[in-house]
């Protein structure tokens, strides 16, 4: 398996607190995303980074903020929780800029927001 | 905006029937194509790719994909599924001219009853 590590692996919180979810990668891949998973929708994506401090909105951004200070992290904020961020995270990497490669994805992280 | 469409959101199947499950993918240009399979409980693991040449992909465990570039579409081919088999399976797609931004369909439930 690719080196992904997604912390933490599940979390319960309250609405309007704030989460942050952590990928961490010792692939050294350029791509990082973030992708929320629920039943019907497959996974849509949040944001991606491209290189460090390069990041841009996916389908479904809003709500979410994301940080790329070093190759290897990829951090997911969740500034206000709400019920609706209730779902599973994702994180994958990818390494050339023109696709022809796979994503990798880490295991996953349950967030529930109560 | 790109979408990738997959068709059938459940399937059921007995063992050793065949299968094949829709994609079709929404904007024009180059493209790299992928399958993915998550078994229960587990992250998505790499089925197949498509890059360029020729449009009959195979791929892990007796998966194939057709590229059919004038139909836009993607499909995924197995000609005897096994109980084993039962899973959610994603087509993605990333435009070979963007930052490699991987968009997923929506999913498809494969069941398979021995």
């Not at chain 1, 891949?29 to 849509?44: A, K």
């Not at chain 1, 200070?69 to 709400?82: G, H, I, P, V």
């Not at chain 2, 360029?52 to 059919?68: C, N």
């Not at chain 2, 070979?96 to 398979?112: A, C, D, E, H, M």
Request: hydrophobic share 30%; glycine share 8%; charged share 20%.
């Amino acid at each position: 398996d690719a080196g992904i590590t997604q912390s933490p692996r599940h979390k319960v919180t309250e609405t309007g607190t704030p989460v942050t979810l952590r990928c961490h990668q010792t692939e050294n891949h350029r791509y990082m995303y973030w992708y929320r998973q629920d039943p019907g929708h497959g996974l849509r994506l949040i944001h991606y980074s491209y290189g460090v401090k390069d990041t841009d909105k996916g389908e479904v951004s809003d709500g979410y903020s994301v940080s790329r200070s070093k190759t290897e992290d990829f951090l997911l904020t969740l500034e206000s929780a709400t019920s609706s961020q209730t779902s599973v995270y994702f994180c994958a990497i990818s390494e050339t800029d023109r696709g022809n490669t796979e994503a990798f994805f880490g295991q996953g992280t349950r967030l529930t927001v109560v | 905006a790109q979408s990738v469409s997959q068709h059938n959101h459940h399937v059921i199947l007995s063992e050793a029937a065949s299968l094949e499950l829709g994609c079709n993918y929404s904007y024009g240009g180059t493209v790299n194509l992928f399958w993915y399979v998550q078994y229960p409980g587990q992250h998505l693991q790499l089925l197949l790719k498509y890059f360029s040449g020729d449009p009959l992909v195979k791929g892990i465990k007796g998966f194939e994909a057709e590229f059919i570039k004038s139909k836009f579409s993607f499909n995924l081919r197995k000609p005897s599924v096994q109980w084993s088999d039962t899973a959610e399976y994603f087509c993605a797609v990333v435009r070979s001219s963007n930052t490699g931004k991987l968009i997923f369909g929506q999913g498809t439930t494969l069941q398979v009853k021995p």
